[in-house]
């Protein structure tokens, strides 16, 4: 718990600190205001004792649209120790105590579910986000997961990119790039099936009690995988590339979660060959021209070993 209570406070006190600048940035528009929650996050995850291990590179052409699958509120401040983004969240987000706070300074779009017809307004504040040179997350699931599996991918949101397409004259195409997130290891130990809801948080779970686990146990290893850009323009189908996109994470993820994402795996050891039973048996006997029995056999069985080598 002491562990757990010197984590929170020093987080409390960076984030306390951080605020009024980033406020200031976000409202004169400065570049500090994608730069601060980078090193923010950077920080966060450091104190939570977070292990980040990146294979590929994010795209650093625009318009980007990130479509990653959500296992834990640990996501957010992953993925921005990467890289300066823009997220879509739902609505409630920004009532939470803090975190609401956090979310709106970071410049996060808000989506509300139970307001369909808010679907246009929303993609068209993503399309500025994305005109603007930001690159936008969204959980393609639409919810996070307990960590062992991809959920089905809505498709919805992904015509952000179509309306960006629209707004901005002289924009062809609209990069979206895959992004699997997948905790694999607590403690130094791998995370199976059991252990990962540890440290996803999912179906309602209280945050709270959730980050005072995280903040208590700390050594998370994490694997954060892109995938390959694909092109968006005017004649792509949002619910085919939502299939692609999908279908991409899935196999990233399980390829993480299998510990062989590009790890080279040393060779596997020699077993040692056995010393035959029968040079013991003969340790003191003689032959007739006097050599020990010993030294003949010892000499037929480094032949063996040679041999088999």
Known sequence: MLRAVCVLVTIAIITLVLIPFQW?????????RRSIPVFYHGMVHALLGVRIR??????????????????????????TALAPVVFVAKREVSTWPMFGL??????SV???????????????????RLAEGDPVVLFGEGTSSD?????????????AARDALAEAEH?????????????TRLLGLPLGRQHRPLV?????????????????????????????PLAFDETSDRKNVARE???????????????????PRPPPAQAPQPTPAFLFAAKSAKTKDGIGATTQLMWIAKRLQSTRA
């Open 245 to 263: 996109l999908e279908t991409t994470v899935r196999e990233l993820t399980r390829t993480a979660m299998r510990g062989d994402a590009g790890t």
């Open 24 to 32: 200031l940035s976000v409202r004169l528009r400065l570049p500090t």
């Open 171 to 183: 924009v062809q195409r609209i990069w979206i790039q895959p992004l699997s997130i997948a905790y």
């Open 102 to 107: 956090l979310a709106r300074l970071q410049r």
């Open 200 to 228: 996803a948080w999912y179906g309602g779970s209280p945050l709270w009690p959730h980050l005072l686990g995280i903040a208590k146990r700390g050594s998370i290893d994490v694997v954060v995988t892109w995938g390959d």
């Open 54 to 79: 990146e294979i590929g590179k994010r795209m650093h052409e625009h318009p980007l649209l990130i479509v990653s699958n959500h296992v834990s509120w640990l996501d957010i401040s992953v993925i």
């Open 110 to 128: 808000f989506v509300d579910r139970t307001r369909r017809h808010k679907t246009q307004e929303v993609n068209s504040e993503i399309a500025q």
């Open 147 to 159: 960590g062992n599996r991809v959920l089905p991918f809505r498709s919805a949101l992904i015509g």
